[in-house]
């Protein structure tokens, strides 16, 4: 199983920006799929982006396409999110999490390793 830790949020302006971080150790971190989710307030969790293990394949959901990037470093055994023109609705918790299989990161919330969150509020 693989250990994960978020960083990089906080309160931020509408318009505004933010690099969250996602550290990972343990069992090979990079030999697994990696993908933000977000849980809103009073909401669901819900899926933003993927990564697989070498980054040449990714995926980020259409309502952040245009302004989030998701990008990873193995050598750092960290994957990033870029999010660019934060809206009042990115306000959420922002969970990292991983998984051999980055054909399920995109249609499941039921992974085994979860990291415990960074939160994001954007402000107008």
């Known amino acids: 199983q693989v250990q994960l830790v978020e960083s990089g949020g906080g309160m931020v302006q509408a318009g505004g920006s933010l690099r969250l971080s996602c550290a990972a150790s343990?069992?090979?971190?990079?030999?697994?799929?990696m993908a933000w989710f977000r849980q809103p307030p009073g909401k669901v969790r819900e899926f933003v982006a993927a990564?697989?293990?070498?980054?040449?394949?990714?995926y980020v959901t259409d309502s952040v396409k245009a302004r989030f990037t998701i990008s990873r470093d193995n050598a750092k055994n960290t994957m990033y999110l870029q999010m660019l023109n934060l809206k009042p609705e990115d306000t959420a918790v922002y969970y990292c999490?991983?998984?051999?299989?980055?054909?399920?990161?995109?249609?499941?919330?039921?992974?085994?390793?979860w990291g415990q969150g960074t939160r994001v509020t954007v402000f107008s």
């Open positions: 999490a991983a998984d051999p299989n980055f054909e399920k990161m995109l249609v499941t919330v039921r992974f085994d390793s």
């Open positions: 343990g069992r090979t971190p990079s030999n697994y799929a």
């Open positions: 990564i697989n293990w070498d980054g040449n394949r990714s």
